[in-house]
């Protein structure tokens, strides 16, 4: 059997609006092998964004559970959580959030330095991923100084400074022109394979969805499999 680095049972969320409870994901059952690069798409609002926040730690379930390489990552307590988050995830989301008076070996060190890696390690992972996300040349330009797709390529090699075992994008080529897109999902998907990570984005694309070996269709608060061409 192929080993799952996440695995969902049960898994409901729900929010309080306007004083009644509304239910966005409705018992979610998934498994999801090691290594594979999996779309998400469904339409504004189905709830695609909450359930990447969940199976990133970010936001906690309302019921069910959440297996991360077959422990509970919801078993933890909020120090453990975090760790958990800072070391095995990474995150890539549609709009950067790059510090502003940062250059970018800096925006991308910061995660290995909050885990208290030494900095002139931190630093060389970031140059190295840099180098690799085709920024060798702008390593030293602050976020401002640099275009919407250099600056999601940052993002990026921020996401994988650490080495995560999963990698979370939601929307990660929403805010680029379709080549810029392209771009950007090429270069995830050849670092999915390079490193093993498992890949999970959610679309609003059905084309760049088309990219990817396994979609699944949020709807109604559950999952369905998209047939692949």
């Excluded at 510090?99 to 208290?116: K, R």
């Excluded at 002139?120 to 640099?146: I, K, Q, T, Y």
């Excluded at 919407?148 to 990698?167: I, M």
């Excluded at 490193?195 to 949020?218: E, M, Y």
């Amino acid at each position: 059997m192929s080993e799952l680095a996440l695995k969902v049972e049960g898994l409901t969320k729900s929010f309080e609006m306007g004083g009644r409870s509304v239910d966005v994901l409705q018992g979610i059952d998934l498994e999801v092998e090691v290594g594979e690069r999996i779309a998400i798409v469904g339409q504004s609002g189905s709830g695609k964004s909450t359930f990447l926040h969940v199976v990133g730690t970010l936001d906690h379930p309302t019921n069910g559970r959440v297996f991360l390489h077959g422990a509970d990552a919801f078993a933890r307590g909020d120090a453990e959580l975090d760790t958990l988050r800072n070391r095995h995830i990474g995150f890539v989301f549609q709009f950067h959030h790059l510090l502003p008076d940062q250059d970018a070996v800096h925006n991308v060190m910061i995660p290995a330095l909050i885990s208290g890696m030494r900095q002139p390690e931190a630093r060389d992972r970031a140059s190295a991923l840099l180098e690799r996300v085709g920024l060798s040349d702008r390593m030293d330009h602050r976020p401002g100084e640099l275009s919407g797709g250099e600056q999601q390529r940052v993002a990026l090699a921020r996401a994988l400074v650490q080495g995560p075992k999963l990698l979370l994008a939601d929307e990660p080529t929403g805010n680029l022109d379709p080549d810029t897109a392209a771009e950007m999902l090429d270069l995830m998907l050849s670092l999915n394979e390079e490193q093993d990570t498992t890949l999970l984005v959610v679309t609003h694309s059905l084309d760049l969805a088309g990219r990817f070996p396994r979609q699944l269709a949020l709807e109604s608060g559950r999952f369905s499999e998209r047939p692949c061409a």
